[in-house]
């Protein structure tokens, strides 16, 4: 969705649907805006409802994001996003859980925590999954803009097997045809047990590792990767919307922030592909 398309209804009915997910039918949350004031407004008052994020983490490579904090019945802080994602210009909407905090295993209320964490991440889903039943526009759209710029697979020849391990599977199909237009072949992966086992069974060229994953996160994955003689040589390109450290970006072989442009991710590639000490 290009935002010069976007309607007051239509940012209406995505904070309306989130609400009722999120808290239910009878509540609200305390600071969602009042949707009679939407009515008549252009893109512009529609938009400054939301807090706008330039996210720039390479320059020259910049995307557009605004968000506002909806929160849920356990969790104040999520938020409700329209973002711009590997496709310039092209936004959707979807959930931030706002929960990729460390919390290391001896902490005190890990398990606790653990149990929020997995709560949002449903949550995120079934919003998602509702918008898309009501014909919002989410990451599902992503795929259909690519295709109708006419990206797909490359006519001939093959750069290798590129292994995309992403619990988001819409991300994963838009990033499937950005990588097989670029000559690769694609096996996706969703949760990072799954991926492992790939990994070993498959030996791709490289893998596109997410962050967040259910079962073992990225750098649980990475760990295990690195300690097979097997897997151990395969190149890694981490990828995360949270926080990474740089002790913990250094375990892979390099780093995309999201979100991304699909031109960065081009270039990344071909980075982690490029042989040891050779420039570009």
């Known amino acids: 969705m290009r935002l010069e398309a976007l309607l007051p209804e239509t940012v209406a009915a995505a904070i309306r649907l989130y609400q009722e997910v999120a808290y239910g039918t009878q509540s609200r949350a305390r600071r969602a805006p009042d949707l009679s004031t939407m009515s008549g407004k252009d893109t512009e008052g529609v938009l400054a409802l939301f807090q706008k994020e330039h996210v720039e983490p390479v320059p020259g490579y910049p995307c557009v994001r605004y968000s506002l904090r909806l929160g849920n019945r356990n969790f104040p802080v999520m938020k409700l996003v329209l973002q711009e994602h590997l496709v310039a210009g092209e936004f959707f909407f979807a959930v931030d859980t706002h929960d990729q905090m460390e919390i290391r295993p001896d902490y005190p209320d890990y398990e606790s925590w653990m149990a929020v964490r997995r709560f949002n991440r449903e949550l995120k889903q079934r919003i998602e999954e509702v918008f898309d039943d009501h014909g919002l526009d989410t990451a599902a759209c992503l795929r259909r803009a690519l295709e109708r710029r006419g990206v ?3 006519a001939v020849g093959s750069r290798g097997l590129a292994l995309v391990v992403d619990d988001e599977q819409d991300l994963a199909d838009a990033v499937e045809l950005l990588l097989q237009s670029r000559g690769f072949q ?12 790939a990994v070993a069974r498959l030996l791709p060229t490289f893998v596109l590792l997410d962050y967040e994953l259910p079962e073992l996160d990225g750098l649980q994955v990475i760990a295990q990767l690195r300690s097979n003689p097997v897997t151990q040589g395969i190149p890694v390109l981490l990828s995360s919307a949270a926080k990474v450290s740089i002790g913990d970006i250094r375990k892979a072989d390099g780093f995309l922030a999201k979100p991304f442009q699909e031109n960065l991710l081009y270039e990344m590639v071909d980075r982690i592909l490029r042989p040891k000490g050779v420039r570009a």
Not at 188 to 196: E, I, L, P, S, W
């Open 152 to 154: 797909g697979p490359a």
């Open 186 to 197: 694609t096996v996706k992966m969703h949760d990072g047990t799954a991926a492992v086992a």
